[in-house]
Protein backbone atom coordinates (compact mmCIF):
# COMPACT_ATOMS: atom_id res chain seq x y z
CA UNK A 1 0.00 0.00 0.00
CA UNK A 2 1.47 3.53 -0.81
CA UNK A 3 2.44 5.21 1.81
CA UNK A 4 1.75 9.51 1.96
CA UNK A 5 3.31 11.10 -1.13
CA UNK A 6 4.31 14.86 -0.87
CA UNK A 7 5.59 16.83 -3.80
CA UNK A 8 7.85 18.31 -4.64
CA UNK A 9 10.83 16.82 -2.70
CA UNK A 10 12.90 19.96 -2.85
CA UNK A 11 11.74 23.56 -3.99
CA UNK A 12 14.16 26.85 -4.42
CA UNK A 13 11.97 29.92 -4.72
CA UNK A 14 12.91 33.61 -4.47
CA UNK A 15 11.46 35.50 -1.84
CA UNK A 16 7.72 36.97 -2.48
CA UNK A 17 7.39 34.39 -4.55
CA UNK A 18 4.62 32.00 -4.42
CA UNK A 19 5.15 27.85 -3.88
CA UNK A 20 2.47 25.10 -3.76
CA UNK A 21 2.96 22.18 -1.65
CA UNK A 22 0.66 19.25 -2.43
CA UNK A 23 0.10 15.73 -0.35
CA UNK A 24 -1.71 12.34 -0.80
CA UNK A 25 -2.56 10.63 2.66
CA UNK A 26 -3.09 6.93 2.77
CA UNK A 27 -6.35 5.88 1.25
CA UNK A 28 -8.89 5.79 4.26
CA UNK A 29 -7.38 8.00 6.04
CA UNK A 30 -9.63 10.71 6.89
CA UNK A 31 -7.53 13.25 9.27
CA UNK A 32 -4.71 14.80 7.36
CA UNK A 33 -1.68 17.21 9.09
CA UNK A 34 0.19 19.33 7.91
CA UNK A 35 4.09 20.40 9.94
CA UNK A 36 6.54 22.67 9.50
CA UNK A 37 9.76 21.37 10.45
CA UNK A 38 12.99 23.82 10.89
CA UNK A 39 16.58 22.24 11.08
CA UNK A 40 17.06 21.03 14.45
CA UNK A 41 13.46 21.03 15.99
CA UNK A 42 10.69 19.09 15.78
CA UNK A 43 7.70 19.26 13.78
CA UNK A 44 5.07 22.00 14.44
CA UNK A 45 1.84 21.81 13.63
CA UNK A 46 0.44 24.07 10.82
CA UNK A 47 -3.44 22.58 10.26
CA UNK A 48 -5.20 19.67 10.75
CA UNK A 49 -8.34 18.46 8.56
CA UNK A 50 -10.92 16.09 9.56
CA UNK A 51 -11.98 15.04 5.97
CA UNK A 52 -12.55 18.05 4.30
CA UNK A 53 -12.68 20.69 7.45
CA UNK A 54 -9.82 22.27 9.09
CA UNK A 55 -10.27 21.30 12.88
CA UNK A 56 -7.35 23.20 14.14
CA UNK A 57 -5.58 26.05 12.01
CA UNK A 58 -4.49 28.09 14.93
CA UNK A 59 -0.71 27.89 14.20
CA UNK A 60 -1.33 28.64 10.51
CA UNK A 61 0.59 32.21 9.73
CA UNK A 62 -3.04 33.22 7.79
CA UNK A 63 -1.58 36.46 6.21
CA UNK A 64 0.68 34.36 4.02
CA UNK A 65 -0.31 30.66 4.43
CA UNK A 66 -3.02 29.18 2.83
CA UNK A 67 -4.29 25.17 2.55
CA UNK A 68 -7.15 23.53 1.03
CA UNK A 69 -8.41 19.58 1.17
CA UNK A 70 -11.88 20.28 -0.91
CA UNK A 71 -12.67 16.76 -1.54
CA UNK A 72 -11.32 15.11 1.89
CA UNK A 73 -8.51 13.49 -0.03
CA UNK A 74 -5.14 15.07 -0.84
CA UNK A 75 -4.32 18.96 0.27
CA UNK A 76 -2.79 21.95 -1.11
CA UNK A 77 -0.01 24.10 1.24
CA UNK A 78 0.24 27.15 -0.20
CA UNK A 79 2.32 30.27 1.06
CA UNK A 80 2.21 33.40 -0.72
CA UNK A 81 4.42 35.46 -1.00
CA UNK A 82 7.10 33.29 0.72
CA UNK A 83 9.90 35.15 3.05
CA UNK A 84 13.27 33.51 3.89
CA UNK A 85 12.27 32.45 7.50
CA UNK A 86 9.73 29.92 5.49
CA UNK A 87 12.64 28.01 4.58
CA UNK A 88 12.33 24.72 5.98
CA UNK A 89 10.77 21.04 5.53
CA UNK A 90 6.68 21.18 5.08
CA UNK A 91 5.88 17.95 6.36
CA UNK A 92 2.49 16.10 5.63
CA UNK A 93 0.94 13.51 7.46
CA UNK A 94 -2.10 11.37 8.10
CA UNK A 95 -3.79 9.09 10.20
CA UNK A 96 -7.02 6.71 10.32
CA UNK A 97 -9.92 7.66 12.75
CA UNK A 98 -8.04 5.63 15.17
CA UNK A 99 -4.71 7.01 14.85
CA UNK A 100 -5.57 10.29 16.70
CA UNK A 101 -5.57 7.97 19.97
CA UNK A 102 -3.40 5.40 18.96
CA UNK A 103 -0.36 8.43 18.21
CA UNK A 104 0.76 6.90 14.96
CA UNK A 105 0.98 9.61 12.35
CA UNK A 106 1.82 8.24 9.40
CA UNK A 107 4.31 11.09 7.69
CA UNK A 108 5.12 11.59 3.85
CA UNK A 109 8.78 12.24 3.11
CA UNK A 110 8.28 15.90 3.17
CA UNK A 111 8.84 19.01 0.98
CA UNK A 112 11.68 20.95 1.71
CA UNK A 113 11.45 24.79 0.96
CA UNK A 114 14.56 27.30 0.45
CA UNK A 115 13.84 31.02 -0.29
CA UNK A 116 16.36 32.67 -1.72
CA UNK B 1 7.93 27.63 28.16
CA UNK B 2 7.28 24.99 25.88
CA UNK B 3 5.03 22.51 25.56
CA UNK B 4 6.85 19.42 25.50
CA UNK B 5 10.94 19.68 26.36
CA UNK B 6 13.88 16.90 26.06
CA UNK B 7 17.05 16.47 27.36
CA UNK B 8 19.74 18.61 25.13
CA UNK B 9 21.57 16.78 22.81
CA UNK B 10 23.33 15.02 21.14
CA UNK B 11 23.97 12.04 22.91
CA UNK B 12 27.36 9.91 21.64
CA UNK B 13 27.68 6.60 22.90
CA UNK B 14 29.65 3.58 22.31
CA UNK B 15 27.87 0.34 21.15
CA UNK B 16 26.62 -1.49 23.40
CA UNK B 17 25.89 1.11 26.11
CA UNK B 18 22.51 1.87 27.90
CA UNK B 19 21.00 5.34 27.45
CA UNK B 20 18.40 7.15 29.14
CA UNK B 21 16.25 10.09 27.58
CA UNK B 22 14.34 12.31 29.43
CA UNK B 23 11.04 14.76 29.03
CA UNK B 24 8.80 16.78 30.52
CA UNK B 25 5.42 18.29 29.14
CA UNK B 26 3.44 21.03 31.00
CA UNK B 27 -0.01 20.68 30.15
CA UNK B 28 -1.45 18.08 32.46
CA UNK B 29 -4.34 17.45 30.58
CA UNK B 30 -2.31 15.27 28.30
CA UNK B 31 -3.92 12.06 27.93
CA UNK B 32 -1.34 9.99 25.80
CA UNK B 33 2.59 9.92 25.13
CA UNK B 34 4.59 8.56 22.50
CA UNK B 35 8.27 8.42 21.30
CA UNK B 36 9.07 8.71 17.38
CA UNK B 37 12.24 8.32 15.90
CA UNK B 38 13.81 10.49 13.27
CA UNK B 39 16.99 9.47 10.88
CA UNK B 40 18.73 12.01 9.35
CA UNK B 41 16.58 14.00 6.37
CA UNK B 42 13.83 11.30 6.82
CA UNK B 43 10.79 11.64 7.97
CA UNK B 44 9.78 10.58 11.93
CA UNK B 45 8.21 7.26 12.41
CA UNK B 46 6.26 5.82 15.70
CA UNK B 47 8.85 4.50 17.46
CA UNK B 48 6.78 3.50 20.60
CA UNK B 49 3.54 4.60 23.00
CA UNK B 50 4.19 5.06 26.60
CA UNK B 51 1.97 4.08 29.24
CA UNK B 52 1.72 4.55 32.80
CA UNK B 53 2.88 1.12 33.69
CA UNK B 54 5.77 1.43 31.63
CA UNK B 55 6.17 -0.59 28.76
CA UNK B 56 8.89 -2.66 26.54
CA UNK B 57 9.39 -3.26 22.98
CA UNK B 58 13.08 -5.45 22.61
CA UNK B 59 15.49 -3.13 24.28
CA UNK B 60 13.78 -0.36 24.50
CA UNK B 61 11.37 0.79 27.51
CA UNK B 62 9.46 3.69 27.99
CA UNK B 63 7.67 5.10 31.74
CA UNK B 64 5.68 7.83 32.10
CA UNK B 65 5.43 9.54 35.72
CA UNK B 66 1.89 11.57 35.43
CA UNK B 67 2.79 13.34 38.93
CA UNK B 68 5.79 14.98 37.21
CA UNK B 69 4.83 15.33 33.81
CA UNK B 70 7.87 13.16 33.11
CA UNK B 71 8.52 10.71 30.18
CA UNK B 72 11.56 8.67 29.49
CA UNK B 73 13.24 6.39 26.97
CA UNK B 74 15.69 3.81 27.99
CA UNK B 75 17.78 1.61 25.27
CA UNK B 76 19.79 -0.86 26.23
CA UNK B 77 22.56 -2.05 24.25
CA UNK B 78 23.01 0.53 21.86
CA UNK B 79 23.43 -0.38 17.94
CA UNK B 80 24.87 1.68 15.03
CA UNK B 81 21.50 1.73 13.54
CA UNK B 82 19.71 3.53 16.96
CA UNK B 83 21.65 6.60 16.03
CA UNK B 84 18.71 8.87 14.89
CA UNK B 85 16.79 11.62 16.16
CA UNK B 86 14.26 10.78 19.35
CA UNK B 87 11.34 12.80 19.37
CA UNK B 88 8.80 12.74 22.70
CA UNK B 89 5.42 13.11 21.37
CA UNK B 90 2.03 14.34 23.56
CA UNK B 91 -1.34 14.20 22.93
CA UNK B 92 -2.87 17.39 24.70
CA UNK B 93 -6.17 14.98 24.48
CA UNK B 94 -7.99 17.99 24.21
CA UNK B 95 -11.07 18.10 21.07
CA UNK B 96 -9.38 19.46 17.51
CA UNK B 97 -5.97 19.05 18.33
CA UNK B 98 -3.46 17.07 16.95
CA UNK B 99 0.19 15.57 18.64
CA UNK B 100 2.81 18.14 19.84
CA UNK B 101 5.96 17.23 19.06
CA UNK B 102 9.73 17.81 21.32
CA UNK B 103 12.66 19.27 19.86
CA UNK B 104 14.38 15.82 19.73
CA UNK B 105 17.41 14.54 21.06
CA UNK B 106 20.04 13.19 18.88
CA UNK B 107 21.65 9.85 19.20
CA UNK B 108 24.93 8.91 17.62
CA UNK B 109 26.25 5.22 18.48
CA UNK B 110 29.51 4.68 17.62
CA UNK B 111 31.98 1.24 17.31
Known amino acids: EAGVVQSPRYKIIEKKQPVAFWCNPI?????LYWYLQNLGQGPELLIR????????DSQLPKDRFSAERLKGVDSTLKIQPAELGDSAVYLCASSSGTGYGTGELFFGEGSRLTVL | RKEVEQDPGPFNVPEGATVAFNCTYS??????FFWYRQDCRKEPKLLMS???SGNEDGRFTAQLNRASQYISLLIRDSKLSDSATYLCVVNRGQAGTALIFGKGTTLSVSS
Open chain 2, 50 to 52: VYS
Open chain 2, 27 to 32: NSASQS
Open chain 1, 49 to 56: YENEEAVD
Open chain 1, 27 to 31: SGHNT
